[in-house]
Nanobody
Framework: QVQLVESGGGLVQAGGSLRLSCAAS????????MGWYRQAPGKQRELVAS???????NYADSVKGRFTISRDNAKNTVYLQMSSLKPEDTAVYYC??????????WGQGTQVTVSS
């Protein structure tokens, strides 16, 4: 099992920026594809961005050009730099790790609120 601890959420005005961090602990071979998901009230959890160990990234269309995912493998940490934030980005953001055999681990979630 991989433990994930997120930080960096908060309240920001539209157009502003926030940076989320997620530190993973556990056996290194379990730490594989890491990503960020979000869930807004009344909506399903959706993928925001993901990154493989060798740096290949994937983004939801809604955040392309505004969000950047990165990772530091030495620190087992993944980051999400969010810029040009919109009210519709308001959600609880969850860090995710997908082990090589597909097992998912989740963080506790961090609230991001964007005011108009």
């Amino acid at each position: 099992q991989v433990q994930l601890v997120e930080s960096g959420g908060g309240l920001v005005q539209a157009g502003g920026s926030l940076r989320l961090s997620c530190a993973a602990s556990g056996s290194s071979f379990r730490i594989n594809v890491m990503g960020w998901y979000r869930q807004a009230p009344g909506k399903q959890r959706e993928l925001v961005a993901s990154i493989t160990r060798d740096g290949k990234t994937n983004y939801a269309d809604s955040v392309k050009g505004r969000f950047t995912i990165s990772r530091d493998n030495a620190k087992n940490t993944v980051y999400l730099q969010m810029s040009s934030l919109k009210p519709e980005d308001t959600a609880v953001y969850y860090c995710n790790n997908k082990a090589p055999w597909g097992q998912d681990s989740w963080g506790q979630g961090t609230q991001v609120t964007v005011s108009s």
